[in-house]
Structures are given as structure tokens and as C-alpha cells.
């Protein structure tokens, strides 16, 4: 047990008077005899006790390894008489001197966190370095480190650096310059070698120079002033070598310009948990559930493009298959607008505790509103046999593409720019801010179609979606459908069909008309074609 005895001895000397003096070491040493004048390490934690003058440890040349971590050391110089010193640790204490003793040829690790240093110096003669921790100083800038070549790890966290600059001659790996003062990333484009950045808790509005650090899988960006280009983000996420990407960039992208699948997933959640945390009710069979999914129709596309009015129409002119699902909204009804039936106009505090009540399926906000999918609306569809058909923006159709339902997406897409400025124009309702945006998310749909095949069943020009579903050719389909049906022409509607009763397999009032030869077969039969073409 003598290494016991040697901390018991420090931690009485220490108490004394804070001083490491001859006597003490000395009788350290000789307790442990192995160490002689090798001694290797001053314990840490005996030294959390105040040590203030270690100039003793002069006479330890052959000290390998010095751990004065804790303390209220001052002054390091004694580490000039240590020409084999390899590791360094005097973090916690009251230093001023940046490496102020003659550089020991193999020094390659140092930590200088937690003191008082305020300037850096030239380091070429420290050409050993490959660690270097000096966080939680006060160095406002980067300094002769630029003969380091062998330095990988340098920890700058919480000093007062503004700028990035003589790092560029580096190999690092990792680098921390977290909690600084800096508004921008140039300087770090010549860091090859970076696998691991932490910029967080800094002011940097603009990230440029990192599309080049093809090895850095991790960044940390949190805490900035977020007008951070995103954009250059999911680059750098892309170009992440193996795809390796940090959580923390993740978490980056996510908190500041989260896409819509993070925000649906987000919201199903939300909902989810509402929804498990109610009493529960009786279990009913004949309502849609996780073990029957349930064929929904839901047309999508941008603001003012048609889609609620056909929404209506397709409820009302195939009544007998669809019923319209009315959502809620925080917004007030335009003229013209009936509560119950075009949404139901609720205040924000009735749409909350909705939510809280787990009464929705998906929430949306939208242009300063909220509009939510309530359960209820599906289920009295369901009640009644129906199909439900809603209309939402995209970022519905995202959060309700994780439930359970299994909707047929059509996505009603303007193509004439100008017609669908002047139709939105007509209609009175938006400012020409609104306009713009509505005309901007064409393209957020129609790039969600090209990147995600299959995301829409069907895609329907907005102009024509009408003529699409009710006008042209229905007697021809129903023609083609009829034959389908009794087999003479097995084609494309057959196909068609046969999808459309396996998917509504679940749906037992279309089930047994389809399957039951009820005269209005043939309606059917239009509307499979039709819910087909549609989905
Ligand atoms: N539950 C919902 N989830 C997602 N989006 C929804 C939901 N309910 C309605 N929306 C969509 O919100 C947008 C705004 O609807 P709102 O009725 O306020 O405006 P509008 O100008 O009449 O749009 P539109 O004519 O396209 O219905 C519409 O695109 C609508 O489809």
C-alpha cells in the first residue's frame, strides 16, 4: 500500500501550507521507492488542495508524465527541467504563462484548459503536440500553432476567439472552438483531415468553407445565429464520408429548418401519445384500425388549386361512396362558409385541447392557422360505410402517410403559372405575399413527386383535374370496366379493378355492393376506375 501512503502524506502536507516542498517529495519518494526520481505522476486527485508552488518538482527530470490538475499553480517553469515530459496536465489552475518553460522534445499532450491565459505563442519548437486542450481560457486569437504538424486534437472551447485563422497548415481531426465569439466558418476550408467540428454557442450567422471537409462526419451548430444556410448543411450532411453524420448536425437541421417528414413525425407523435393517454373506449370492429386499414381519399396540392371544391364534389355527385371529411381550423370562415361543413371554425384553445383530448389524426400549421384531421371526421365516414375524402397541403399528407389509414394520394398540380396567379387573385382572399408562397410550393410538390416516386398515387394537372375525374370519357370507362368485369377485355382497368376491391376489401358497404351484382355495379365499377386513375 505505499501508494496510499504517499497521497496520505500529500493530502496532510497540503493542508499545511500548500507549498511542494523538497522534504515532502522527497519522503514521497523514498514511500515509493519504485518511482525514485522517475517519479511519474503527482496525483490529481490529491492535488484538488490548493497546491501553489510545485518549483520543486525541478529536480524530477525524468518525470514522464505530471498531473497537477485542481490547483492554484501559477507558474509552470519548473517543466523546463523535464526534458522527457510526454503528457502535461495542469488544467484548473491559476497559470498565465502560455507554455512558459522550454519545450520538452517529446511533449505530446497538454492540457491547459481552465486557467488564465490570455495570448498564444509561436510553438514551433513544441513540434511533438498532437493534443492540445486549451479550453476555458481567454485567448481571443489563434496563434503559432502553425509548425504543429502532428497536432490532431485542439480544443479551443469557451475563450473570446472572433476569427479562424493559422490553422490552415494543420492535420487536425478534431477541433471544439464551441462557446466563442465567432460570426463566420472562414478559415477552416484548408482542414482536410477534420473528422469532428464543434461550432456551437457561437454567434456565426453564415457557414461557408466547409463543403470542402470531405472527412467531417461530425458538427455540432447549436446555439448560433441560425441564419445559418441550411442548404449548405445537408450538404455537408450529404458529402458526410460513409454517411456517418452526427447527431448534433442532425439536430442542427432539424431545430432550425426541420423537413417534413421530421415535423410529421413529430406531429404523429404528438398525437399518438394524446391518443394512448385517453380512457379507452369499447373497442368497435367495424371502425377503422390498425388491423383493417381503411380507404381514405385525399387530394393534395397547392393553396386555392382546386381540390376542396372537388373534394366536395366528388361527395356529392358519388354520395353513395364517399363522404367528405371536414377538418378543423383555427382560422376564421371566408364568406360563404358554413361551420360543420367547409371545416369546423374552432378557437386555439379548442383546437389545443383537442389535441390534448387525442382527437386528431395530423395537425397542420399553416399560413398562421392551424388545421387538424380529427378522428371522428374519418369515423363517421366509416360509420356510414364511406370512403372519407379530404383535401390538405403536403405537409398533412406527410404526417398522416405515418397513421395507420391507407389513403389514395392525388396530387392536383398547378402548370399554368400564370392562370393560377390570376385564379388565386381572383378568389380575393390572399395578399400577393400569400400569392408568392402558394406559387413557391409548386414546386415543393412537384419535387416531392420527382423524388419520391409512388409518394402520389396519381397526379392530376389542377386545370383539368375536373374534366380528369367527372367529364371525359366516364361512358367509356364505364365501358371499358363493364368489360373488365365480365372479362372480355382484360387490361389496364381490369388491373385497375381487381387493385381497387383489394384495397377496399376492408370497406364491407363497398365490398358487398361490388361483389353482390347491385345494380349500381356499373357505378362502381366507374368509381373504382375513377378512385384508380385517381389513386
Ligand atoms: N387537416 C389538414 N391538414 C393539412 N392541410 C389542411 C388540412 N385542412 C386543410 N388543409 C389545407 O390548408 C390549406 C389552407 O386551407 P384554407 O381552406 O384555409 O384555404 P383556401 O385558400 O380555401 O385553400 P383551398 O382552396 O386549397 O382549400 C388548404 O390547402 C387546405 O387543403
Known sequence: ????????FILIWLQNDGVLTAETVASCVSKLGRFGTGLQHVYHHLSLLNLRDVSILCNYIHLQKLEVPHNKIKDLSCV????FLVILDASHNEITSFFGFQPPKNLTEVNFSYNQMTKMKDLSAYSSLSNLDLGHNSFSEIFGLEQCSKLTHLNLEHNKISRI??????????LSLRGNQLTKTEGLENLKSLQALDLSLNRITRLSGLQTLHLLCSI????????ICVKLLKESINKAINKRVSPSLVSSVNKYDPPMDVIAARDH????????MQPQVVYDSTLPSADSPYPMLVLTGPQGCGKRELAHRLCQDFSEYFAYGTCHTTRGPYFGEENGIDYHFVSEEDFQSSIHMGKFIQTVQYRGHRYGLSRDAIEDAAREGL???VHMELEGV??????????RYILLIPTQEEKYISHLKKRGLYTPAQIDVAVSRIEVYASTNRQRPGFFDNVIPCGRAREHLFISSIRRREQLVREAIVGRSPGFYSQLFSRFIRRSRHSSALQALIYSGHSQLAQISVMGALALTVA
Open 220 to 227: 455540432n451548430l447549436e446555439k448560433n445565429l441560425v441564419l
Open 1 to 8: 500500500n505505499t501508494e496510499q501512503n504517499f497521497e496520505l
Open 80 to 83: 523546463s527541467h523535464m526534458p
Open 269 to 276: 407523435m404528438t398525437h399518438l401519445v394524446y391518443q394512448v
Open 398 to 407: 406527410f404526417s398522416l402517410k405515418k397513421s395507420y389509414f391507407e389513403p
Open 387 to 389: 370512403a372519407c375524402c
Open 165 to 174: 485563422s493559422g490553422l490552415s497548415t494543420l492535420h487536425l481531426t478534431h
